[in-house]
């Protein structure tokens, strides 16, 4: 028997470990993309955060110095207050009728302006030169008390009052550049959240968007392609576009939809040899029935055609009496009643060791009868040193028969030749070689590069499947055999198998 077209257990588990084995390049499973999705957000979170962090820090140091700034005003406008007060005072006592009094109490005001100003001498050093002159008339007015002292002491709080002035500017100043900076932080911050969060939600929503609507399509095409391979689709596999599960569900697929085209044509073979092996067996007994109900007749005509020969012999027959011609043609027709019981009785599937010219030979006398070869001229070329080789019988009659059919077309196709067929069988490279070869129309390129492929045909509807080149080669490689096609077109064509004389022939 032949192949068997059912899959089987064995066949699943062969499609399991194929879908298992994985080739060669970077497979990520959905579960382990979906880990990576989220580390990405929480690196992109934390690298966020980090940079709004560091300008949190900045606004931070910005805002310390601010305060140290305010601070600094503060203690400036006392101190120019202070000032102020003793700048009146001086004058107060400068034109009191009696100024004695008032010296003390101005010397010690200043010695409280001295103390405060102590307190600019880091922020502003050159504050030192202005303390060091109110300490020496301080002095000097104590130890000489006069209103020249008091001019002068007068004359060093204009100056401090100018370096004052000259430094309130400047942390002014700097209270302006600092606000400024802290302006900017701060847009700068609420820029990075904004800019962050909307980059965030922009790309790593748009590629969430983007995996799952991909992961959709390829569900969907994946899910119409299940179908229509259950419902008979044999075309172009589902083109893998991923390396995830559901890749590996596509080559599933596409691994099922090859392994049932596969089954399909052994199937086919299987049935179009059942239906070879039961044409031939319906014809088998139809000839043998008829060659029997011939036979008989035929037997009893013979007998009375040697009783006539032998009276004719006697000379007691006139002479028209002719039996031998009664003979040729009854010898005639047992001659083709046997052909037809050689050739249709039943042909072995079995691999076994089998005459080849004998087989070439019968199968074209019985060919010969087909109304295609009624006007072919079929001619032998056999190899008489050609050995016994082991095949299936059935197999290589089913391969020459179709062959055979194939010449006959194609010389129809070609009117314009006297149609010619030719069978030689040779013994080359340890193989016996089978050749039809004919004058029909031939084929180009395009026919011979396709004519293997099953279902291809240039015959009308109803005429020709294109089964038939597609079975001969399964058959012939199947038996460890080749085939091949040698044609032109208008100049014929030249068909060739093999049959291995080590034959590994299988009944599969
Ligand atoms: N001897 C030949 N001469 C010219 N063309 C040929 C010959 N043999 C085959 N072909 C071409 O190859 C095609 C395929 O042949 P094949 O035997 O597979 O199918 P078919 O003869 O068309 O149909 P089927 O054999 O199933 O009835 C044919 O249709 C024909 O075009
Ligand atoms: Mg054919």
């Known amino acids: 028997m032949t192949g068997n077209p059912v899959l089987t257990v064995a066949d699943g588990a062969r499609i399991e470990r194929d879908a298992s084995h994985t080739p060669a390049q970077l ?3 959905v579960r382990a993309k979906g ?12 690298m966020v955060g980090l940079i709004v962090a560091q300008e949190r820090q900045q606004l931070f140091a910005t805002v310390q110095e601010l305060e140290r700034v305010h601070d600094l005003e503060e203690t400036l406008a006392k101190i120019n207050t202070s000032v102020a007060h003793a700048i009146l005072k001086e004058q107060e006592i400068f034109y009191a009728p009696d100024p004695q009094p008032g010296y003390e109490a101005l010397a010690l005001d200043i010695e409280a302006i001295q103390a405060g100003l102590e307190g600019l001498k880091r922020p502003y050093p050159k504050i030192e030169g202005a303390i060091a002159r109110l300490g020496r008339n301080v002095a000097s007015l104590r130890a000489v008390p006069t209103r020249a002292a008091l001019a002068e002491l007068r004359a060093s709080l204009y ?11 400047q942390v002014g100043s700097r209270r302006s550049v600092l606000s400024e900076g802290y302006r900017l932080i701060y847009d700068a911050i609420t820029l990075t959240v904004i800019i962050g969060g909307v ?8 590629l969430t968007t983007l995996f799952f609507s991909r992961l959709a399509r390829d569900l969907r095409r994946l899910e119409s392609r299940a179908l229509a391979v259950v419902t008979g689709y044999r075309d172009d596999p589902l083109e893998v576009t991923r390396h995830d599960e559901i890749g590996s569900l596509m080559e599933s697929v596409n691994r099922m939809q090859s392994a049932l085209r596969d089954h399909e044509k052994q199937l086919e073979i299987t049935r179009q040899q059942r239906f070879h092996q039961d044409k031939m067996a319906a014809i088998g007994s139809l000839a043998a029935a008829i060659a029997h109900e011939i036979n008989n007749p035929i037997a009893a005509i013979h007998g009375v055609a040697e009783a006539m020969d032998e009276i004719r012999r006697s000379h007691r027959c006139p002479g028209l009496c002719q039996p031998t011609l009664i003979l ?7 001659q083709i ?3 037809m019981s050689e050739m249709t009785s039943p042909l072995s599937a079995e691999p076994q060791l089998i005459d080849i010219n004998g087989l070439v030979r019968n199968t074209c006398n ?9 006007n072919v001229k079929l001619t032998l070329d056999l190899d008489g040193q050609a050995p016994a080789a082991v095949a299936c019988a059935d197999h290589v009659a089913q391969i020459l028969m179709n062959l055979l059919i194939n010449s006959a077309d194609a010389t129809e196709a070609a009117a314009e030749r006297a149609p010619e067929v030719r069978v030689a069988t040779a013994t080359r490279n340890g193989s016996i070689e089978i050749t039809v070869s004919d004058n029909g129309c031939g084929m180009d390129a395009g026919t011979r590069e396709r004519a293997f492929e099953e279902t291809f ?3 009308p509807a109803g005429k020709g499947s294109g089964l038939g080149l597609f079975i001969c080669k399964s058959l012939v490689e199947r038996s460890g055999g080749s085939i091949k096609l040698k044609s032109e077109p208008g100049s014929g064509t030249r068909a060739t198998f093999t049959i291995p004389l080590e034959s590994r022939a299988t009944t599969t």
């Open 328 to 334: 040729e043609q009854t010898g005639r027709i047992t």
């Open 366 to 374: 019985f060919v010969a009868y087909d109304r295609r070869f009624r």
């Open 337 to 339: 009643t046997r052909q």
């Open 159 to 169: 100056d401090l009052v100018a370096e004052l002035d000259a430094f309130t500017r």
């Open 27 to 29: 497979r990520l499973s």
């Open 199 to 206: 980059i965030g939600v922009v790309v790593l929503g748009g």
């Open 35 to 46: 880990m990576i999705a989220f580390v990405v957000i929480v690196l992109y979170t934390m």
């Open 457 to 459: 045909t240039t015959k």
